[in-house]
């Protein structure tokens, strides 16, 4: 039996700012960190408590995402990973979109320093 293969993850070459919108009204920004088509990592004055709901919306290179999101424990007071619960068509499209574009300039930067890197 395989282990399962773990999506690929993207970090944005730009920072990434998030809101997040809680399930009593309350609205509190982040910064996204790594993103996946399963979940993230996000930069927060504050962690919200595990198992919270939210909705999560940023701006990627490839336009607006809007997803329902549940938010794990917090890994440090200010890093805490969330898995999407949903992702609408669209915004799976543009997210999935987005993430490919990340990995390949980063495979793309990479070789490049690879070949001008000074051994």
Not at 3 to 21: D, G, K, M, Y
Not at 80 to 104: M, T, V
């Amino acid at each position: 039996m395989q282990p399962a293969r773990r999506a690929p993850r993207a970090f944005f070459a730009e920072t990434t700012p998030a809101v997040l919108r809680c399930v009593d009204g309350r609205f509190k920004r982040g910064k996204l960190q790594v993103i996946s088509m399963t979940g993230g990592l996000l930069s927060l004055p504050t962690p919200l408590d595990c198992g919270s709901r939210v909705k999560l919306m940023f701006l990627t290179t490839r336009g607006s995402v809007l997803g329902a999101a549940e938010m794990l424990s917090p890994i440090s007071w200010g890093l805490q990973p969330f898995k999407f619960l949903k992702l609408y068509d669209d915004d799976e499209q543009r997210l999935d979109a987005a993430i490919k574009s990340s990995l390949k300039q980063s495979r793309s930067g990479y070789g490049m320093m690879e070949r001008f890197r000074a051994w």
